[in-house]
C-alpha cells in the first residue's frame, strides 16, 4: 500500500524559511505521474502550490514562483518544497499528493505558521 507521510512543518516568523519532506512508501517516487504540494488555508479551498512530473517537468503557483523549490531525492524516496521568504500569506496546512493513472493518494498534511 503506498502511503505519503509530510513532515517539516511549524512556526516561523515573516520573511524565514522552511523545508517540507514527503515520504513514500510502498512506491519510488519516480514512479508516479506526477507529485506536488498543495495548501488549504483556513477557510479556502486547497491550492496548487507546486506539481512535479515522473521525467522532473514543475509546475509552480505564480503566488510562489521565485520563492519556492520542489527537489526529490531518490535514496530517501521523498519529495521535498523548500519555502523561502514566507509571508502570512503561506500559513496553512501543506498536503503531498502522488498522482498514479486514476489513483490519487494524499498525505495527512503538515500545518505551516508564519507569523507577521
Known amino acids: 500500500q503506498v502511503q505519503l507521510v509530510e513532515s517539516g512543518g511549524g512556526l516561523v516568523q515573516a520573511g524565514g524559511s522552511l523545508r517540507l519532506s514527503c515520504a513514500a512508501s510502498g512506491r519510488s517516487i519516480f514512479n508516479f505521474n506526477s507529485m506536488g504540494w498543495y495548501r488549504q488555508a483556513p477557510g479556502k479551498q486547497r491550492e496548487l502550490v507546486v506539481t512535479i512530473t515522473g521525467g522532473g517537468i514543475t509546475n509552480f503557483a505564480d503566488s510562489v514562483k521565485g520563492r519556492f523549490t520542489i527537489s526529490r531525492d531518490s535514496a530517501k524516496n521523498t519529495v521535498f518544497l523548500q519555502m523561502n521568504s514566507l509571508n502570512a500569506e503561506d500559513t496553512a496546512v501543506y498536503y503531498c499528493?502522488?498522482?498514479?493513472?486514476?489513483?490519487?493518494?494524499w498525505g495527512q498534511g503538515t500545518q505551516v505558521t508564519v507569523s507577521s
Open positions: 499528493k502522488a498522482v498514479s493513472g486514476f489513483t490519487t493518494i
